[in-house]
């Protein structure tokens, strides 16, 4: 059943309780009949003031933004920003393979080398089960995992950097 | 910008229909929202619908079409925010009602106007300014740049945060 003009007058002046304004705003909400009978007695009484730039936000947000196109770039800059791209990538796949290689080596060294073996009793106790090896063969090989620590630091913030600029 | 002669059909009638509706979609929003603010969302919100719609509509009783999408609006944001259409007593509330005479709508207006220019003069600077200008003077976000020589994109910011606070106080009094 369609609203009344009896309810609409009540509607506009303010005359409903909470429960029939809610009924009569359900009612509206899925009948367009009723719905231009709102509209047109709102349209008869002196309409609220709207925000200056309402108009222009809606229409940015719909037939702006739809019709405006992206500016489009020379051919040679999208080409280099491509090679960049790929140079980048190529950079970054050759940096994280000789990490795997760095990161494989550790592993494969002997048991005297490895990390916190200067330590002392870790050592003695890590050498009964290996070979023996001389004061100075740990020495030395102590230096190569220090280096290789450095480096593959190094890379660590090398493969970061480059991730960070292929995301960009 | 776009020039009308670049528009399409439905861009064309839609640009149309906001020109005429524009008002009466944030009057719907503003009566069943009581605040001004949240009633400028919920008019874009009903736009951005109409504009979605806009293909399925026959052309025929514009008014109610937006209408009823801005009362779809409102009550899904007034279900969602559980405020204003709360049911109450109603015997109070028809006693109330009876007992109170429609205000004039220039009544209206005004007593708008003047609960927006405390509201925004409420607010810190520099956004009681902007705001004043905007909400209460009706000076454009490119107005305001040009006469206070700040850039367009800053006062449009300042405008926008000014809103946000100002909605947030609003909700907090329930004033306008």
């Known amino acids: ?168 | 910008m776009v020039l009308k002669e670049e528009m399409s059909e439905n861009d064309k009638k839609f640009a149309e229909m906001l020109e005429k509706y524009e008002k009466l979609a944030f009057s719907v929003c503003y009566k069943m929202t009581g605040n001004y603010f949240d009633a400028e969302d919920m008019t874009q919100e009903t736009f951005l619908s109409v504009y979605k719609s806009l293909e399925s509509f026959d052309g025929n009783n514009p008014g109610g079409f937006i209408t009823r999408i801005a009362v779809n609006k409102c009550l899904d944001y007034l279900k969602r925010a559980e405020k204003r259409i709360v049911p109450v007593e109603d015997e109070v509330l028809v006693q109330n009602a009876s007992c109170v005479p429609p205000p004039e709508h220039e009544m209206i207006q005004n007593e708008t106007r003047h609960q927006l220019l405390v509201v925004c003069g409420g607010l810190k600077p520099p956004y009681n300014e902007v705001a004043t200008q905007y909400y209460c003077n009706g000076k454009t976000a490119a107005q305001i740049a040009d006469s206070s020589g700040k850039k367009l994109k800053t006062v449009q910011t300042q405008i926008r945060r000014a809103k946000e606070m100002l909605q947030k106080k609003i909700r907090k009094e329930d004033l306008v």
């Not at chain 1, 509206?28 to 709207?50: H, N, P, Q, R, W």
């Not at chain 1, 791209?85 to 990161?103: D, G, I, L, N, S």
């Not at chain 1, 070979?131 to 030395?140: D, L």
Request: charged share 30%; with cysteine.
């Open chain 1, 1 to 168: 059943m369609h609203i009344t003009k009896e309810q609409l007058n009540h509607y506009i002046s303010d005359r409903m309780t909470q429960i029939e304004q809610l009924n009569f705003l359900e009612h509206i909400s899925k009948c367009e009949f009723c719905a231009g009978k709102l509209a047109d007695a709102m349209l008869k009484k002196e309409l609220v003031f709207t925000p200056p730039d309402l108009k222009d936000n809606i229409l940015e947000q719909t037939v702006y933004k739809k019709t405006t196109t992206p500016v489009k770039l020379p051919q040679e800059i999208v080409m280099a920003r491509v090679r960049k791209k790929q140079r980048e990538f190529w950079m970054y796949t050759a940096k994280v393979a000789f990490a795997v290689c760095a990161a494989v080596t550790m592993i494969m060294m002997p048991v005297g080398t490895l990390p916190g073996s200067s330590d002392g009793n870790y050592k003695e106790s890590r050498l009964s089960l290996t070979k023996e090896i001389t004061e100075e063969e740990a020495r030395n090989n102590v230096k190569i995992l220090d280096l290789f620590r450095n480096t593959s630091a190094k890379i660590s913030d090398d493969v970061s950097k480059a991730l960070n600029l292929y995301k960009k």
